[in-house]
């Protein structure tokens, strides 16, 4: 591994939120900070509505709960429409990444000139007068705890990612009893998205020793935690764990962002319409194993983390890692998802053309190694 990539005199940047409050019962903290806002817009879904009581929320409150679970353009239109009518002072994300993407696009676009379209790419939001709290109920996404957000281009279906220091909460609330009602496939899921995080910046070649930090320690807490907390969804030490891990993982994709892996599921959420961690996790295995070979060292840490063993081929890391996320419950047949070997030729393009995250991959992916990922896994 070249030395330029683990020195410490390359720049990053890392932001996370001002206020972190973390531990069984802490979403009834929210209200005691929120307190100066008058009028609070809570962006939410329908499971997680019944949460918005638990915040301690007080003054005027409004609701928005018609979240789809992959936004797109028209439906992040419709919250700002009605955040702009609302005119809140605070604004609170209440739900998984999706929710909480909405959430940084609504704080700082409501009382803006500025559109959706206007801000794609990063460093193009002119500023942010409105307080933003972000409060997960999954442990996946870790968008509580950076500073993007992706929208679907309804004409291409492609993911519009805003990237920008506005976006960043003023206080994240990591809640584990606000998980437990999360189905086991679901926890599952997302948890290994929550992985796939930390596993795509700890192998990327933007990684840097102070994110691999974080990256390990999120690594970690899923081998040790993942398996208790889909087995007893009220395992709070083992939700406690995951939430842990997946904000671990928001902080990694800041100053260094997935990889492969993310651009080749990308495609599954917008053609398949899959859920983010089910098609994280099904593409998983297969890009780690992809990467084994320029990444041998770091593979074997990751493997030794999920109970896999260390030395290890690239197939051995591939059957490894696919029967790990098989032994949690996942559908790793992208088959019985409703996926055609016809498609496949299509969605590679479509990863393909994901220069930002294709291009941070350790070993360099080319369009038919792409479809050869998707075959495999179909």
Same mark, same amino acid.
């Given at each position: 591994? &070249?030395?330029?990539?683990? +020195?410490?005199?390359? !720049?990053?940047?890392? @932001?996370? &939120?001002?206020?972190? =409050?973390?531990?069984?019962g802490a979403a009834a903290k929210l209200g005691e900070w929120a307190a100066a806002y008058a009028r609070v817009f809570v962006v939410a879904m329908g499971p997680t509505v019944g949460f918005v009581d638990r915040l301690g929320l007080g003054g005027d409150i409004e609701t928005y709960v018609d979240i789809p679970p992959e936004p797109d353009l028209p439906a992040v239109n419709a919250v700002l429409e009605a955040a702009r009518r609302f005119k809140p002072d605070l604004v609170v994300g209440l739900g998984g990444g999706s929710v909480m993407d909405v959430a940084k696009?609504?704080? *700082? @676009?409501? #009382?803006?000139?500025? +559109? $959706?379209?206007? *801000?794609? !790419?990063?460093?193009?939001?002119?500023?942010?007068?409105?307080? @933003?709290?972000?409060?997960?109920?999954? +442990? !996946?996404? !870790? +968008? =509580?705890a950076g500073i993007r957000s992706l929208v679907t281009n309804p004409d291409t279906l492609a993911k519009m990612a805003i990237e920008s220091a506005h976006m960043l909460?003023?206080?994240? $609330?990591?809640?584990?009893?606000l998980t437990y009602s999360v189905p086991s496939a679901v926890t599952a899921a997302t948890g290994i998205d929550a992985l796939a995080h930390c596993v795509e910046a700890f192998t990327n070649i933007k990684a840097h020793p102070l994110i691999d930090g974080y990256a390990r320690m999120g690594i970690d807490l899923v081998g040790r935690y993942l398996q208790r907390a889909v087995a007893d969804g009220a395992d709070t030490e083992a939700r406690a764990g995951m939430m842990l891990a997946s904000y671990y993982g928001g902080i990694c994709l800041g100053p260094v962002n997935t990889a492969g892996g993310h651009a080749l599921a990308y495609p599954l959420g917008t053609r398949l319409k899959l859920p983010h961690g089910l098609a #994280?996790?099904?593409?998983? &295995?297969? $890009?780690l194993a992809f990467n084994a070979p320029e990444r041998p060292e770091k593979t074997a840490i990751v493997s030794q983390a999920l109970g896999l063993g260390e030395a290890m081929d690239q197939q051995q890391v591939l059957e490894g890692a696919w029967g790990w996320c098989r032994s949690l419950g996942v559908d790793m047949s992208l088959a019985s998802h409703g996926a055609k070997a016809d498609d496949l030729p299509l969605w590679a393009e479509e990863a393909f053309a994901i220069k930002r995250l294709i291009d941070n991959n350790p070993r360099a992916l080319r369009l038919a190694d792409i479809q050869a990922i998707y075959s495999k896994a179909l």
């Open positions: 591994m &070249p030395d330029a990539i683990l +020195s410490m005199a390359r !720049g990053i940047t890392l @932001l996370q &939120p001002a206020r972190l =409050e973390i531990g069984a696009l609504v704080a *700082v @676009l409501w #009382n803006s000139e500025q +559109s $959706v379209p206007d *801000v794609v !790419g990063a460093g193009k939001i002119a500023g942010r007068r409105t307080a @933003l709290a972000q409060v997960p109920t999954t +442990s !996946g996404t !870790g +968008s =509580e909460a003023d206080i994240a $609330v990591l809640d584990p009893e #994280n996790a099904i593409i998983f &295995p297969h $890009v």
